[in-house]
């Protein structure tokens, strides 16, 4: 088997087999034909665009980290990571994975981009304060009003009553 053309088919080839999954699976997880798997993989045909190659790369456990960090002068595998990240971010939103995740990308910045990201994260940190308040306010007057009771239990005791 000769060399692939390339870099990103020998990397996904290599995490793809290391994860024992089929081509079809592979494929079926990054939402394309295993045919157009197997082409890129082979490194046969045209390179695959930067979002192909994103979502290859996570369906067999690559991260955006480590397609920064293989073939860093390669322009396509760089595109392909910040893709990737974006995916792994909206992923993350939410959970407790995401600050981190963003500590990942404001260390690859400089400059302006990172000053604008850090207060975005800022003000994301303090709405998520804020929407815990208002979460925490709602369950209390919830239960206040259903003076500590299941939400079920309320109606059962007026249809006994009634």
């Known amino acids: 088997m000769g060399t692939p053309a390339y870099p990103e088919a020998a990397l996904i080839g290599r995490a793809r087999r290391a994860r024992r999954l089929t081509i079809v699976e592979a ?4 939402g ?9 993989e082979g490194g046969k045909g045209n390179r695959a665009p ?5 979502h290859m790369a996570r ?12 073939q860093p002068g390669d322009r396509r595998l760089h595109e392909a990571a910040e ?3 974006e995916i792994e971010l909206q992923a993350a939103a939410g959970t407790e994975a995401f600050d981190s995740k963003v500590q990942e990308v404001i260390g690859r910045l400089s400059g302006e981009d990172r ?14 304060r804020q929407n815990r308040t208002i979460l925490e306010k709602l369950v209390m007057f919830i239960g ?9 239990e309320g109606r059962d ?6």
């Open 50 to 54: 930067a979002e192909t190659i994103a």
């Open 32 to 40: 394309i034909s295993h045919q157009r798997w197997s082409q890129i």
């Open 157 to 162: 005791d007026q249809s006994a009553a009634g």
């Open 59 to 70: 369906a067999v456990g690559i991260t955006a980290e480590r397609l920064y960090k293989y």
């Open 27 to 30: 494929a079926d997880e990054a």
């Open 83 to 85: 893709v990737l990240e």
């Open 144 to 152: 206040r009003r259903h003076g500590g009771r299941g939400h079920g």
């Open 115 to 128: 000053a604008v990201v850090e207060e975005l994260l800022r003000e994301y940190s303090e709405t998520q």
